[in-house]
């Protein structure tokens, strides 16, 4: 490709993904949900890197781990996300209160990349983030049955996330 059309491509971050990154990027800052879920090696810690970059060029607040497998991988990204807002002196539970406050106060994005597990303590702290209009987009390589059964209750939740309440 070249001329005019390989600039814009090149313009977009990722050849041909240019349509779906503006979806992404919509979604996410409608405050959505979506879970990106895919073999491993197609691109979707690629595709995570270029929206933390294009949030970070518009100045959104937007935090992003690139192993999601616990709750202080969430917190660390969020604090990312809000410098300032809390320490490292802070106990965990209330820099996670200070940090919904601050997602309250300016909704901005979180990005968690190869999520491995979904565990209880993290999908309460993500359920009460629901409705904040925080845009939470997960990645998650589904490559056999067991990685499907591993996700499937992480996908269960953030379904009923979409539903109204």
């Known amino acids: ?19 779906m990154l503006s979806s992404l990027v919509a979604e996410a800052l409608a405050g959505h949900t979506v879970l990106l879920l895919g073999p491993a090696g197609i691109g979707k810690s690629a595709v995570l890197a270029e929206l933390a970059q294009r949030f970070g060029r518009e100045g959104y607040p937007c935090g992003s781990v690139a192993e999601t497998g616990c709750l202080r991988d969430v917190t660390e990204a969020l604090a990312r996300a809000y410098p300032g807002v809390c ?8 820099r996670r209160g200070l940090l919904r406050r601050a997602v309250m106060r300016r909704p901005g994005v979180l990005l968690l990349d190869h999520l491995r597990t979904a565990t209880p303590a993290m999908k309460r702290f993500l359920t009460s983030l629901w409705g904040t209009g925080l845009g939470l987009i997960f990645a998650a390589d589904i490559d056999h049955s ?9 996908a269960l939740l953030i379904a009923s996330w979409s539903c109204p309440r």
């Open 1 to 19: 490709m070249t001329g005019p059309k390989a600039a814009n491509a090149a313009s977009e971050g990722l050849l041909g993904r240019g349509s």
């Open 146 to 154: 067991r990685d499907r059964a591993r996700i499937r209750g992480f």
């Open 87 to 94: 320490s490292i002196r802070d106990h965990q539970l209330r």
